[in-house]
């Protein structure tokens, strides 16, 4: 199990440095959903499947998608569709491949040796994490709720257009 850990934590790292080095955003957003899937396997790999599948759902899928969404909103015409239709070959999709190969070929062993328990250690159920979260850490949880919400609000009011600018 700590080979599955230390493959998955450089995995993280490097995909998360390649993510930060690239100039195009699609690649950038690749490589971050290549990292967000490595720290699911960490997770999963510690003993916490449902915190690995909520990283997978929530921050793989849901907010990827909303970055995929800026990225097609903010397109500047033709001259960028045509820009885009040139770094998307199947060339840029190699590096964020590989990565995700490794952490297949890693999970692999993992659920064949599973029976029961992950990672050697106790499987945390909803339940426990439900409890946790609504017991010791309720302040934090709400906090972390409330900033979600001010972020919101706050990229309403930079992103609203005005009556002039709309006329």
Request: glycine share 8%; proline share 4%; hydrophobic share 60%.
């Amino acid at each position: 199990m700590n080979t599955v850990f230390y493959v998955s934590s450089a995995v993280a790292v490097v995909a998360t440095l390649m993510a930060i080095s690239r100039l195009n955003a699609v690649h950038a957003l690749l490589y971050l959903i290549v990292s967000l899937l490595a720290a699911a396997v960490v997770l999963f790999g510690l003993g916490a499947p449902f915190v690995a599948a909520l990283e997978v759902i929530i921050y793989a899928g849901a907010i990827m998608v909303l970055f995929v969404f800026v990225v097609m909103l903010l397109n500047l015409g033709p001259p960028a569709a045509e820009l885009e239709r040139r770094l998307l070959t199947p060339s840029a999709w190699i590096g964020p491949s590989l990565l995700a190969l490794i952490l297949l070929l890693e999970l692999i062993p993992v659920f064949a040796a599973s029976s029961g328990s992950v990672g050697g250690s106790a499987v945390m159920d909803a339940s426990k994490i439900g409890v946790a979260l609504f017991g010791p850490y309720v302040l934090a949880v709400e906090l972390s709720s409330l900033l979600l919400l001010a972020g919101l609000v706050g990229a309403y009011h930079l992103g609203r257009r005005t009556l002039e600018e709309q006329g």
